[in-house]
């Protein structure tokens, strides 16, 4: 099972990022995906995710409503991240993540992690 997430960086506030996550290794179509980040000295968090399956249904953590958004293009078996209006408090490394059947922001119930990739956010 493989999880690459890419496209994280270096961004002034109101700047814009997309995150990827190219996933291998299991059946995409059974799994939701979602993100998830950590600030330093913070407890991981959900952020978004999208449901498994033809449904596609997006969840988002509140104070990302209406800035960031969750796509998935299931021929590559990858997700996306759209990020807009960044602001320095999104500032963590993020991190993709495989769920089976359905979307959750509870870390216990992620069954692959992948690797983070860093956002950073300047004032």
């Known amino acids: 099972v493989q999880l690459q997430a890419s496209g994280g960086g270096l961004v002034q506030a109101g700047g814009s990022l997309r995150l990827s996550c190219a996933a291998s290794?299991?059946?995409?179509?059974?799994?939701?995906i979602g993100w998830f980040r950590q600030a330093p000295g913070k407890e991981r968090e959900g952020v978004s995710c999208?449901?498994?399956?033809?449904?596609?249904?997006?969840y988002y953590l509140d104070s990302v409503k209406g800035r960031f958004t969750i796509s998935s293009d299931n021929a590559k078996n990858t997700v996306y991240l759209q990020m807009n209006s960044l602001k320095p408090e999104d500032t963590a490394v993020y991190y993709c993540?495989?769920?089976?059947?359905?979307?959750?922001?509870?870390?216990?119930?992620?069954?692959?992690w992948g690797e983070g990739t860093q956002v950073t956010v300047s004032s």
């Open positions: 993540a495989a769920l089976y059947s359905f979307c959750t922001f509870i870390t216990s119930g992620v069954d692959y």
């Open positions: 999208v449901s498994s399956g033809n449904s596609s249904s997006t």
């Open positions: 290794g299991f059946t995409f179509d059974d799994y939701a």
